[in-house]
Structures are given as C-alpha cells and as structure tokens.
C-alpha cells in the first residue's frame, strides 16, 4: 500500500527582547544558573506580572510578515501543568484569543512552490531549564529562561514530506532574523521545533494517529527526525501494527525517535483567563507603525535576484539569507557576471561556511574578495581548481585572491609547449589506457586530464589540457 506523509509543525521562537516576558530581568544567553531571576519569575507569591509591550509587538511584526490577521483584541490565559522547571505550576499563554491568525508562507522544493498555512501565532512565557547531566541521582533546574518571551507558530497540516518541513523551518528562520524578533539560533535553543507526523494511505481523507517529535534543533535533524518516523509508521502498518498517540524524542546519536511519554488521552491544562492581565487591545494605527518597520522580506529578495538573471533555484537558496543576498549584489555590482557569483556562493562558500556552522551573516569575504577571484579565473590566470584553494585561503586569511595568488606562486600555466610535455609524459606511461581510450572508452579522457592536473599541482590550462588530448588520442 502507498502512503503519504501528514506533518504539522510548531514552532517555538525565544523573542529578542531585552527584558522577560511579565519582569524586568535579564533575557541574556549563558548566564551563571538562576542569575537572571526575580520574584515575578520564579512564581513568589503575590507579585504581579506587568506586560512586556515589545514583545507583544514582535509577534505582531511577525504576523505581519506572513501574511496574519492581526486580532484587535486577545488575551492571556493560565496553562496549568506541573513540572519542576515551572516555578509558577501554571504557564501563562494564549488559548482561544491569539494575537495572529490565519497566515503562510511559501516553500519552494524541487522547484515547485508550495503554500503553507498558519493556523496561529500566539504568545507566552518560556519555562525554565531541567539539567541532569552531572546531577549523580538528582536534576538541577535553572531558571534565567522562565519567563523568557516565547512566541509559538503553529503550521496547519499542509507538509507532505520531510524536505518541504525543514524547507518551512528555513523560511520561517529566515523571515524572524530579517524582521529582528529573533536571532534563531537553534544549537541555544531560541529557534526550537516540534512535529507531529502521521500517515495514511493515499487519497485517504481521514488523518492517521499522530505523534509528536521534540528535540530537533537543526534543519538536518528535523528532516532526518521526519523521514526515520514516517518509515517507522508505514512499517508499523505494513505489518498489521497500530500506531500509537505518543510524544517521542529525536536522537540524533543513534538516528532514531524514542519513545518519551504516551498521549493516548488528550492532556487537560484547564486554561482560564489570567486574572492579573488585562486584555491586549491593538488598533490600526498601531498595526501601520509596526508595518513601516518591516523591511525587504526573503520572497520580494528572490524576486530581485531573478531580476539580477538567476534561474528561481539559485536565487531561491540566496535570498533566505539578507546577509547573502546583499553579498551577491554588491559583487555583481564590482564586474562579475550574476551566474559566476551564484555558483561561488552556493558551492564552495556555502561549503566551508556549512563546515564551520556558519550563516552567511558571518562570512568574513566581502564582495571585493570574491569580485577579485572570480576575475582571476575569468583572465586565465587560475585554475577554477585552484580557485577552490584560493578561495579557502582567503577565508581563513582575509586576504585578497590576487595576493595569494603571487605570493604561492599558483598562476595557471597556459604555456602549451610546456602542458605538452607533461601530456607526452602522462600517455606514455598510461599504454594500457590510452589503448582503452581508442577503443571507444571515452571517459578516461578524465582519468588523463586528472593526472595532468596532478602532475602540475593545478596550473595547467584546463582548456589547453583537453585540447592537446583530443588532438594526440586521436578524438
């Protein structure tokens, strides 16, 4: 039988603002435990919380942004649960008044754009943090992040795969680090995301039983995370098995889901409206001020890029990030033709900035640089082999490629007498394959072009190599 995949995600974003959610405390990452902690949110009896309005009008920033209906008016409500990292035994939310409403955001994957809907935006109070490593038989409980303003995404169930999810996590990503609401930095846990994932069999209406997924804190986690539980379901149901309403964890060490806790029955958090919170009350004036704040979001970026002669891949990959985007425009701006630029960026750049757990925001090349290369390559006086090399210096050093260049003495050889001899050399000691060759095995043109290359560390001519080939094999 065929299934399909049904994935919704939330999505938790830690607000970048300075102070927490309901006090005046310090929201700063990598405090000394509890430093960062006052009556309000530690849950002392009789304090108040007062409301932090930037936060309410970040979420609203991000409402904005993908496409929401802002509510004009909500309200808070108490989650109540127990558990040792919630100093309060309650947790204040939204439940049925949220702040935003109703958006998207568009995904492209395989070429093929996709609509994603939003169900809701709405805000809250993080908790704190549970430690066990170290504890020997007890856990510690830090609580600099109770308190924290936390806004949660919640997708509506439109995901059909594994890549479009962390397709959708990217883009939501992007767009909150554009508009300044979050720094979604996943590894610290201000960008965090939850799944729930069923199956069904195709052109099957009714949902399957889901689960959900917590602990995935890369895009690759959330993918890898999707694609082991929905073959785990499928297997289950192949042989005759029932799937079971639980929440499950992502172990990134083994590969697997694990079990964490059952919900066969829904849990019951008996939300009421806070008492020591007055309602939220936004207006059209307020919406407009917020609106003028928002600058140029990731889909207006891939349309200029394609403007610039990007084919919609390439221009897709450069403008989830401003910092990239900018990066391309001002190198094309120096002389470097668009398609030369992109191919840089998103092949080898992007591949020792992903090395490095970098984002483009922290690429120390400036467009002089890769303007500067990609000339040298163009004239002939590097390989594009070399260029790599160059490429790598220059990210490690700051220096310009023309520099390196001189300096390591890697100019290319276009001195055809000179790759001549190195080619004589190479097909005089390779008889067995240059017999191969004539007798119709084409691809060891490559094996002979690498040799040479290697033999002249990557300075010779790529262009001359391959034509002295040709004329001397007889092709």
Same mark, same amino acid.
């Not at 009789?46 to 802002?70: D, F, H, Q, W």
């Not at 990066?327 to 002389?335: A, D, P």
């Not at 840089?344 to 467009?367: S, V």
């Given at each position: 039988?065929?299934? @399909?995949?049904?994935?919704?995600?939330?999505?938790?974003?830690?607000?970048?603002?300075?102070?927490?959610?309901?006090?005046?405390?310090?929201?700063?990452?990598?405090?000394?435990?509890?430093?960062?902690?006052? $009556?309000?949110?530690?849950?002392?009896? *009789?304090?108040?919380?007062?409301?932090?309005?930037?936060?309410?009008?970040?979420?609203?920033?991000?409402?904005?942004?993908?496409?929401?209906?802002?509510?004009? =008016?909500?309200?808070?409500?108490? &989650?109540?649960?127990?558990?040792?990292?919630?100093?309060?035994?309650?947790?204040?939310? $939204?439940?049925?008044?949220?702040?935003?409403?109703?958006?998207? +955001?568009?995904?492209?994957?395989?070429?093929?754009?996709? &609509?994603?809907?939003?169900?809701?935006?709405?805000?809250?109070?993080?908790?704190?943090?549970?430690?066990?490593?170290?504890?020997?038989?007890?856990?510690?409980?830090?609580?600099?992040?109770?308190?924290?303003?936390?806004?949660?995404?919640?997708?509506?169930?439109?995901?059909?795969?594994?890549?479009?999810?962390?397709?959708?996590?990217?883009?939501?990503?992007?767009?909150?680090?554009?508009?300044?609401?979050?720094?979604?930095?996943?590894? $610290?846990?201000?960008?965090?995301?939850?799944?729930?994932?069923?199956?069904?069999?195709?052109?099957?209406?009714?949902?399957?039983?889901?689960?959900?997924? &917590?602990?995935?804190?890369?895009?690759?986690?959330?993918?890898?995370?999707?694609?082991?539980?929905?073959?785990?379901?499928?297997?289950?149901?192949?042989?005759?098995?029932?799937? !079971?309403?639980?929440? #499950?964890?992502?172990?990134?060490?083994?590969?697997?889901?694990?079990?964490?806790?059952?919900?066969?029955?829904?849990?019951? =958090?008996?939300?009421?409206?806070?008492?020591?919170?007055?309602?939220?009350? !936004?207006?059209?004036?307020?919406?407009?001020?917020?609106?003028?704040?928002? @600058?140029?979001?990731?889909?207006?970026? /891939?349309?200029?890029?394609?403007?610039?002669?990007?084919?919609?891949?390439?221009?897709?990959?450069?403008?989830?990030?401003?910092?990239?985007?900018?990066?391309?425009?001002?190198?094309?701006?120096? *002389?470097?033709?668009?398609?030369? +630029?992109?191919?840089?960026?998103?092949?080898?750049?992007?591949?020792?900035?992903?090395?490095?757990?970098?984002?483009?925001?922290?690429?120390?090349?400036?467009?002089?640089?890769?303007?500067?290369?990609?000339?040298?390559?163009?004239?002939?006086?590097?390989?594009?082999?070399?260029?790599?090399?160059?490429?790598?210096?220059?990210?490690?050093?700051?220096?310009?490629?023309?520099?390196?260049?001189?300096?390591?003495?890697?100019? $290319?050889?276009?001195?055809?007498?000179?790759?001549? /001899?190195?080619?004589?050399?190479?097909?005089?000691?390779?008889?067995? @394959?240059?017999?191969?060759? #004539?007798?119709?095995? @084409? /691809?060891?043109?490559?094996?002979?072009?690498?040799?040479?290359?290697?033999?002249?560390?990557?300075?010779?001519?790529?262009?001359?190599?391959?034509?002295?080939?040709?004329?001397?094999?007889?092709?």
């Amino acid at each position: 039988m065929q299934y @399909e995949s049904v994935i919704g995600l939330e999505i938790h974003a830690q607000l970048s603002t300075d102070s927490k959610m309901f006090c005046g405390c310090s929201t700063k990452f990598g405090a000394e435990p509890n430093t960062q902690t006052c $009556q309000v949110c530690i849950g002392m009896p *009789g304090v108040l919380p007062v409301m932090n309005k930037k936060a309410i009008e970040y979420v609203i920033k991000t409402g904005l942004a993908v496409n929401c209906r802002i509510a004009p =008016y909500s309200r808070f409500a108490r &989650k109540n649960y127990f558990y040792p990292d919630l100093p309060k035994g309650y947790q204040i939310s $939204q439940y049925e008044l949220p702040i935003c409403e109703h958006g998207f +955001v568009e995904i492209t994957v395989d070429g093929i754009t996709k &609509k994603i809907g939003l169900t809701r935006i709405h805000l809250e109070e993080d908790a704190g943090k549970n430690i066990h490593e170290g504890a020997g038989s007890h856990s510690f409980v830090d609580l600099n992040r109770a308190g924290t303003p936390l806004m949660e995404i919640v997708s509506e169930p439109d995901i059909r795969s594994p890549q479009e999810a962390a397709e959708f996590v990217k883009k939501l990503r992007a767009i909150v680090r554009d508009i300044g609401v979050c720094d979604g930095n996943m590894e $610290q846990g201000s960008l965090r995301c939850d799944a729930n994932v069923s199956v069904r069999p195709v052109g099957q209406k009714e949902l399957g039983t889901k689960t959900e997924i &917590k602990n995935m804190n890369s895009f690759r986690f959330v993918e890898k995370a999707l694609e082991y539980e929905i073959k785990r379901q499928i297997k289950i149901l192949n042989e005759g098995g029932r799937i !079971v309403q639980e929440t #499950r964890l992502w172990d990134s060490n083994k590969g697997i889901t694990e079990s964490m806790r059952s919900k066969e029955e829904a849990h019951d =958090y008996r939300y009421f409206p806070e008492p020591d919170l007055v309602p939220v009350e !936004v207006d059209n004036a307020w919406i407009e001020r917020i609106k003028e704040g928002i @600058e140029e979001l990731p889909d207006e970026r /891939k349309q200029s890029l394609i403007q610039h002669g990007l084919p919609e891949h390439d221009a897709n990959l450069l403008s989830i990030n401003r910092s990239s985007s900018d990066l391309f425009k001002k190198t094309v701006n120096l *002389g470097s033709s668009s398609k030369s +630029v992109s191919n840089l960026m998103i092949g080898d750049l992007r591949r020792i900035l992903n090395e490095e757990n970098k984002d483009f925001d922290e690429c120390p090349l400036g467009p002089e640089h890769l303007d500067g290369l990609l000339k040298l390559i163009e004239n002939g006086t590097i390989s594009g082999r070399i260029g790599k090399t160059v490429l790598e210096e220059m990210y490690k050093t700051g220096k310009h490629a023309e520099s390196i260049v001189k300096e390591k003495g890697l100019i $290319q050889v276009s001195d055809e007498s000179e790759i001549e /001899k190195v080619v004589d050399e190479i097909l005089s000691k390779s008889p067995k @394959e240059v017999e191969r060759f #004539r007798a119709g095995e @084409e /691809k060891l043109l490559g094996f002979f072009a690498g040799q040479i290359m290697k033999a002249t560390k990557g300075k010779a001519n790529p262009k001359i190599v391959n034509e002295l080939l040709r004329k001397k094999l007889g092709n």
